[in-house]
């Protein structure tokens, strides 16, 4: 019987592609830089917003090597944080029966946890603008800890917290990301196929069960709960 269930939160949780390129937009605007296409920088989300944002000037510098020593990264990367600390929560939403699925795991006695690779104060806001900041008594961001998804460590840290056994406990996500990180931990790697996962179908990624939602989560939780207490 499941007793913990960890959840990624872009992509996964809520949909916070459009605020996340809404504010590389604006950090480019303010740089002179030219606009990225929402889906280059949709299939680079899912491992924190610093390392997104290197991969986009990488390439911006890639592109236009006229560039080299005459871009301050740096005045770009600040930008970006202010712009996104205006506007985390302010565009996502929840992925539909999200907060239903919640609801219905925890009253079959399953603990929760989120386990992101966005940043903690970004992923705070992201959830307390969502409402769903009172589901999680714990949440890992991507600079929590020394690591960061899919390090083992990470998961090895969450299980330690709760006293949950990696038998026990199932992680999802909707990234090859979050399949490493259950491997690495040997925990249940469940996935949903709704997010960003660069493009590619998660269902490429192998993991242990592929959900069609949320909803369908909790459905196979309390059904399996019911099962065993028959």
């Known amino acids: 019987m499941l007793r913990l269930i960890t959840f990624d939160l872009d992509g996964t949780l809520v949909d916070t ?12 605007d303010d740089a002179g830089l030219a606009r990225r296409p929402l889906d280059e920088i949709t299939r680079l989300i899912g491992r924190g917003a610093h390392a997104l944002m290197h991969r986009l000037l990488e390439r911006v510098m890639a592109e236009r090597p006229g560039l080299a020593g005459g871009l301050d990264t740096g005045h770009v990367l600040e930008r970006f944080e202010h712009h996104y600390g205006e506007l985390a929560g302010c565009i996502a939403r929840p ?27 970004h992923a705070e806001r992201v959830l307390r603008a969502t409402g769903l900041e009172g589901w999680f008594p714990l ?3 991507g600079d929590t800890l020394p690591v960061k998804k899919p390090d083992a460590a990470v998961m090895a840290h969450v299980l330690r917290h709760f006293g949950v056994a990696a038998a026990q406990t199932a992680h999802v996500g909707d990234s090859a990301i979050d399949v490493q990180t259950a491997r690495a931990a040997g ?28 909803p369908a989560i909790a459905d196979r939780v309390c059904s399996t709960t019911a099962a065993l207490a028959s």
Do not use: M
Not at 192 to 204: E, M, S
């Open 95 to 121: 992925y539909p029966g999200c907060e239903a699925t919640l609801e219905r795991l925890r009253a079959h006695g399953v603990q929760l946890a989120c386990v992101t690779n966005k940043e903690q104060r």
């Open 187 to 214: 925990v249940l790697a469940w996935a949903v196929p709704h997010g960003y996962n660069a493009g590619v179908p998660i269902a490429d990624a192998g993991p242990d069960h592929l959900f069609a939602d949320l």
């Open 139 to 141: 949440l890992i961001g």
């Open 17 to 28: 592609a459009g605020e996340i390129a809404e504010s590389v937009h604006r950090a480019f």
